[in-house]
């Protein structure tokens, strides 16, 4: 493997790694929330252990953790490999790119179908004491260190792309 050059990794690759820890950081956010409307019930909420009213990402299932790897892993592979050129060519901006989007829709599935981390009957008894069930800050941190990730992926496979047009 060729010596790393930390003065040759790009912005992009900076940002990519940035954004990967940043959704490294929201695996230990409150990732949901429990939350009620009647002040009784808030403060019963309250007496409880936090780890029964807020879960992070570990606590909230798979759709909660493992797109986040799919952000914090390319963003890693790309400073780390995306100065080689057999790397880089062979596809390490699309893999990047494609590994950041399916993160981005498995996050986007786990968001729609956040009440289910808890079964038919718990969800019953949260509806009927008027108990709401809500994405909390390390899901919206996650899905920002997402969105970012793709969007500098993309910035990097246009330019592999006219990288490719001037070499021809």
């Not at 790694?17 to 949901?32: D, E, H, I, S």
């Not at 952000?71 to 790397?87: I, N, Q, S, Y």
């Not at 919206?140 to 592999?160: C, K």
């Amino acid at each position: 493997m060729p010596e790393l050059a930390l003065k040759k990794v790009t912005w992009r690759e900076w940002l990519g790694l940035a954004a990967g820890l940043l959704a490294l950081v929201a695996l230990y956010l409150p990732w949901t929330t429990l939350t009620a409307s009647r002040p009784e019930i808030e403060d019963a909420l309250t007496t409880l252990p936090a780890n029964d009213v807020t879960r992070d990402a570990w606590h909230a299932g798979f759709l909660a953790w493992a797109p986040l790897f799919l952000v914090f892993l390319p963003g890693l592979a790309v400073v780390l490999f995306g100065r080689v050129d057999a790397v880089r060519r062979a596809g390490l901006p699309h893999l990047w790119l494609m590994a950041v989007i399916g993160g981005l829709l498995l996050m986007v599935l786990g968001l729609v179908t956040l009440d289910w981390q808890f079964d038919a009957d718990q969800r019953g008894i949260f509806s009927a004491a008027g108990i709401e069930i809500g994405a909390g800050l390390g899901r919206y941190l996650g899905l920002a260190a997402a969105v970012v990730s793709a969007v500098v992926a993309f910035f990097d496979v246009r330019l592999l792309r006219a990288e490719t047009r001037a070499r021809r």
